[in-house]
C-alpha cells in the first residue's frame, strides 16, 4: 500500500501493491507518456479551472459590485470600500499554509468541496450587508474560506505532473482568472439589470448568484475531484504505475512523509523568500487590475455598464497569452526569462495609463489596459511554477507554494490602496506604485535566474568530483535534503538566453525610466528642466532604442546644427508619419533622408522661394503687417483681447499663405477658407501627438482595425486627413475658376520699404510663442565628437528653440513681452523652424 492509501480511512480502494521502483523505472515510449499525459489533462485540468475560475470571481466581484451602486447604497466614504477589499487578504494570507497543510492530512476530494461550501455561502449572504461593518465582517470571513483553494490547487497539480509541465498546467489552470474578470463583467452586466427583483440592489444579485454557483459546483466536486493518481478512477493500474513513476524519477526520490523539518527547511531557505518577492511584485498588478479595472475604465470617461462590458476584451485578450506562455515555458523549459521578458510588457502597459488624459484620450487609455493585462496575467503562472519546481520533496513544494501565494497575496492589501477615490481619473499613485513592484520582481526574477543557474553548476561538479551518481542507493541517503541534495537540479534556463533577455529588458528599462521622466508637462518644458538640473545645455537621452540628444543653447546648436551641417542633415521619418494608412509624408521634403531625392527637393524649392526670388513677396508682407497691425489695435479693446490676439496673428499668418499660394486675399475671420485652416492647424498637432506616442512604440498598432475598442484614433487621423485634402483643394478650384474667367492677377515684383517697429514685434512673438518649440531634428550621418562627448552615427539631434527662447543670457528679463530688445538689431532671432543645410 502506498503511503496515500495508508493514511485514507474513510475511503474504500482497492489493494494496490506498489511494486519497487526497479519494477517501473523504465520510461513508456513517448507516445504513450504523451497519451497518458492528455488523459490527465482532460480528467484534471477543466474541473479544478472552474474551481479556480469560481474563486476569482468572488473576490474580485467587488470592482463590478462597486460600478453597480455598492458604495452609494451602502454609504461607503473615504477609504472604506479600499479597506473592505483589503481585509480579504489578511484573512487569506494568513489560512494559506495551515490549508495547505491540511490538504496534505486530507484529501482533496474533502478539503476542496468543504472551503467552496464555506466561501460559497459568505458570498451569498454578502447581497444583505446594509453598511460598512457589515461588508467588512463578510470580506474577513470570505479571505478565511478562499484561502486553501490557489495554493491547495497548485500543490494538488504538483502531484500529477512532472515539474517540467506544470507551468503549461499552471497557466491553463490560472487562466481561468482572465476568464473569470472577462465573465464578470458580461455577467455583472448583465445582473445590474435586476436592480430592484427581489427588494435588492443589482450589485446584492452579483453576490448572491455567484456564491449559489459556488455552492453547486462544490457539490459536484465532492464526487468529481480525484485525490490522487493511486486512487484515480480514471486511470487503470498501469496507468497509475506509470503516473507514479514518473515523478517518483523527476523528484530524485526526495522525501514525502509529512515532518516538520520540511517545513523548516521551506521558511528558512532564502530562494523561497526570492520567489515570494518575485510573486508578489506581480500579484500587485494583478488584484489591482482585477479590483480597480471597472472604476479604472469608468474613470476614462465610460458609463458604468460600458465599463461592465468594455473590462470583458483585456481579460480575453490576456486569457489567449497566458495560456500561449504556459505552453511555450514548459516547451523550452524556461520560467525565469518569461517573467523578464513580460513585466516590462506590463510596465508599457501601465505606463501608457499613466501618462494618458483620461479626458481627451479615453482610447489610449483603455489600449494600456489591455497591454497591461497581457503582460501581468502570463508571468503569474510562471512564477508559481518556478516557486514550485525548485521545491524538493512533496511537503516542502506544498509549503512554499503556499509561503509564496500566501506571501504574495499580502500584496493584495497594497493593490486594495493604491487606487483611490481622490485620485480618479488619472490614478498616478496606483499606476506608479504598480510600476514600481513589477521592476522590483523583475529585478528579483534576474537575480533568482543567476544563482539557480550557478547552484545547478556547482552540483554539477560536486557529483563528478565526488563521484555521485544517480542509483537507488544514493537516492535514498539524500532523501531528507531535500533541493539541497546533489541530484537535485532547478528548473532555470539556458544561460544566453537570461544574458539575453537581462541585457536587452535591462535596456528597456532604461529607456521606459527616461520616458517615464518626461511624462509631465510639454515636452520642451520638461528638457528646459532637465537641462536646468544638470546644469548643461546638453542633455542625452535613449528611448526605446533611439539615443537622442536635446541642444538647449543657441551656441550648441549653431556649432553643432551649422556649422556641422555636412554631418548633422539627415532626417528620420517616424513610422506614424512613413505609414501609407495613416499620414503617408515618407515622400515630403521635410522627411526624406539626406539623399539625391532631397537635394532636387531643394533644388525645386530654391528656385522658387530663395532669397532674390522671395523679394517678390515683400508688398504682401507689407499688406499683411499692416492689417495685422490694425487687427491688434482692434483687439486690445475687445472684452477677450488674448483670444482676439491669438486670432489676430492667426489670420495673418493663413493670409500671408493663401495669397502667395493661391493669390487669393482672406476676407475676414468669417472666411469659409480661414475656418479651414484653423480647424486643421487647431486639430493638426494633436492628431499627430496622439498617433505618434502609441504606433510609434508599437507600429502593429497601425494594423488594427477602426473597430476595436481604442482605435478610435485612426478614425480621427483619416477624418483629419480628408479634411485637410478638402481645405487644400478648395482654393485651388478657386484659382482655377479665375484662370477660366479671365481675371487672375498676375504676381507683381516689389521691393517695399521695411517696417523696423513690426519686424521687431514679429521676432519677439516668434521668441515668445516660437511655431515650432522643439525645431525639426536632424540625424547624425557620423560618429562625431563635440566638447568630450562622443555622438554616434544614427543620434537624434534636435534643438529646443523653447529653452534658448527663454535664455536669460542673451534675453533680459525673458519671460516679459518686450518687442524693442530687437530694435537695435544686436539680439539673435530666435531660429524659425531650425538650422543647418534643412
Not at 72 to 94: H, M, Q, R
Not at 345 to 366: E, M, R
Not at 598 to 621: C, D, N, P, V
Not at 673 to 694: A, C, K, P, R, S
Amino acid at each position: 500500500m502506498s503511503d496515500y492509501e495508508k493514511g485514507e480511512k474513510n475511503e474504500h480502494v482497492e489493494d494496490i501493491t506498489i511494486p519497487s521502483e526497479e519494477q517501473f523505472s523504465l520510461p513508456l515510449d513517448e507516445k504513450a507518456d504523451r497519451r497518458l499525459v492528455r488523459k490527465l489533462d482532460w480528467n484534471l485540468l477543466p474541473f479544478v479551472s472552474l474551481l479556480y475560475l469560481l474563486s476569482f470571481l468572488d473576490r474580485s466581484n467587488i470592482g463590478n459590485a462597486r460600478v453597480a451602486g455598492l458604495s452609494t447604497d451602502i454609504g461607503l466614504k473615504g477609504l472604506e470600500y479600499n479597506i473592505c477589499a483589503a481585509v480579504f487578504f489578511l484573512t487569506y494570507s494568513a489560512a494559506e499554509i495551515p490549508s495547505n497543510m491540511a490538504l496534505k492530512l486530507l484529501r482533496p476530494s474533502i478539503w476542496i468541496p468543504s472551503i467552496m461550501v464555506a466561501w460559497g455561502l459568505v458570498m451569498t449572504f454578502m447581497c444583505f450587508v446594509k453598511d460598512f461593518k457589515g461588508l467588512l465582517i463578510a470580506r474577513l470571513f470570505l479571505g478565511l474560506a478562499e484561502a486553501g483553494l490557489f495554493p491547495g490547487v497548485n500543490f494538488y497539480i504538483s502531484m500529477w505532473y512532472k515539474r517540467s509541465e506544470l507551468a503549461r498546467r499552471v497557466a491553463l489552470f490560472f487562466s481561468a482568472a482572465t476568464i473569470a474578470g472577462a465573465f464578470g463583467g458580461l455577467l455583472a452586466f448583465g445582473i445590474d439589470h435586476m436592480e430592484g427583483l427581489g427588494g435588492l440592489h443589482g450589485w446584492a444579485w452579483i453576490f448572491a448568484l455567484e456564491g449559489i454557483l459556488t455552492v453547486i459546483v462544490a457539490g459536484i466536486a465532492f464526487f468529481y475531484l480525484h485525490d490522487y493518481p493511486e486512487t484515480a478512477r480514471f486511470l487503470n493500474a498501469e496507468e497509475k504505475l506509470a503516473v507514479r513513476a514518473r515523478l517518483t524519477r523527476d523528484a530524485n526520490s526526495l522525501a514525502t512523509h509529512f515532518d516538520r523539518k520540511f517545513v523548516w527547511q521551506a521558511l528558512g531557505d532564502w530562494k523561497s523568500w526570492m520567489q515570494v518577492l518575485v510573486y508578489t511584485g506581480i500579484l500587485i498588478p494583478v488584484y489591482a487590475f482585477s479590483l480597480f479595472l471597472p472604476t479604472i475604465i469608468t474613470g476614462l470617461g465610460y458609463s458604468g455598464p460600458q465599463a461592465q462590458l468594455l473590462s470583458v476584451p483585456p481579460y480575453v485578450v490576456a486569457c489567449i497569452v497566458t495560456i500561449g506562455v504556459g505552453i511555450y515555458s514548459d516547451k523550452h523549459c524556461l520560467r525565469g526569462p518569461y517573467i523578464l521578458a513580460f513585466a516590462p510588457i506590463a510596465i508599457i502597459g501601465y505606463a501608457i495609463l499613466y501618462a494618458t488624459d483620461p479626458h481627451t484620450q479615453p482610447g489610449a487609455g483603455y489600449a494600456g489596459t489591455i497591454i497591461a493585462a497581457c503582460g501581468v496575467f502570463p508571468t503569474v503562472a510562471v512564477a508559481i511554477a518556478w516557486a514550485g519546481n525548485n521545491a524538493g520533496g512533496e511537503l516542502k513544494r506544498g509549503v512554499v507554494l503556499a509561503m509564496t501565494i500566501g506571501f504574495g497575496n499580502l500584496g493584495g492589501i497594497v493593490s486594495s490602496f493604491i487606487y483611490r477615490t481622490q485620485d480618479s481619473p488619472r490614478f498616478h499613485l496606483g499606476h506608479g506604485v504598480v510600476i514600481g513592484v513589477l521592476c522590483m520582481s523583475w529585478v528579483a526574477s534576474a537575480i533568482a535566474v543567476v544563482v539557480y543557474r550557478r547552484l545547478n553548476s556547482q552540483k554539477d561538479e560536486l557529483c563528478a568530483r565526488e563521484n555521485i551518481v544517480d542509483c537507488e542507493e544514493r537516492r535514498a541517503e539524500y532523501r531528507d535534503l531535500g533541493d539541497a541534495s546533489p541530484l537535485f537540479r532547478t528548473i532555470m534556463s539556458d544561460g544566453s538566453i537570461v544574458i539575453y533577455a537581462a541585457l536587452t529588458l535591462s535596456a528597456l528599462g532604461l529607456a521606459w525610466r527616461n520616458l517615464l521622466s518626461m511624462i509631465p508637462g510639454p515636452e520642451y518644458l520638461t528638457y528646459k528642466r532637465i537641462g536646468d538640473e544638470l546644469k548643461s545645455d546638453i542633455i542625452f537621452l535613449e528611448i526605446l532604442g533611439n539615443k537622442i540628444i536635446v541642444l538647449n543653447s543657441m551656441r550648441a546648436a549653431s556649432e553643432l546644427l551649422e556649422q556641422r551641417s555636412a554631418l548633422y542633415s539627415d532626417r528620420i521619418c517616424p513610422p506614424v508619419l512613413k505609414d501609407p494608412e495613416l499620414f503617408d509624408w515618407s515622400g515630403s521634403t521635410g522627411m526624406l533622408g539626406y539623399n539625391d531625392v532631397w537635394r532636387h527637393h531643394r533644388r525645386m524649392i530654391s528656385k522658387f522661394l530663395g532669397t532674390r526670388e522671395s523679394a517678390q513677396f515683400y508688398r504682401i508682407q507689407e499688406r499683411q503687417a499692416r492689417a495685422l497691425l490694425r487687427n491688434l489695435i482692434d483687439a486690445t479693446s475687445q472684452t477677450k483681447p488674448f483670444e482676439d490676439v491669438k486670432q489676430a496673428f492667426l489670420l495673418s499668418m493663413a493670409s500671408t499663405m493663401f495669397e502667395l499660394t493661391y493669390g487669393y486675399r482672406l476676407q475676414s475671420k468669417d472666411d469659409p477658407f480661414f475656418q479651414g485652416f484653423q480647424e486643421i492647424l487647431e486639430h493638426g498637432m494633436d492628431v499627430i501627438m496622439l498617433t505618434n506616442f502609441y504606433v510609434n512604440l508599437f507600429p502593429a498598432l497601425s494594423r488594427i482595425p477602426e473597430w476595436v475598442p481604442g482605435a478610435g484614433w485612426k478614425r480621427t487621423i483619416r477624418g483629419w486627413r480628408d479634411h485637410k485634402a478638402r481645405a487644400a483643394i478648395a482654393p485651388l478650384e478657386w484659382v482655377k475658376a479665375q484662370v477660366h474667367a479671365g481675371t487672375a492677377q498676375p504676381s507683381l515684383l516689389t521691393d517695399s520699404e521695411r517696417l523696423p517697429y513690426v519686424n521687431s514685434l514679429i521676432s519677439e512673438v516668434m521668441r515668445w510663442r516660437p511655431a515650432l518649440p522643439t525645431a525639426l531634428p536632424h540625424v547624425c550621418l557620423e560618429d562625431d565628437k563635440y566638447r568630450g562627448y562622443d555622438i554616434l552615427k544614427g543620434t537624434i539631434v534636435f534643438g529646443n528653440v523653447w529653452s534658448m527662447s527663454r535664455d536669460e543670457n542673451i534675453y533680459s528679463n525673458p519671460e516679459t513681452f518686450d518687442p524693442e530688445r530687437f530694435s537695435d538689431g544686436q539680439l539673435p532671432q530666435v531660429p524659425v523652424f531650425g538650422w543647418g543645410r534643412r
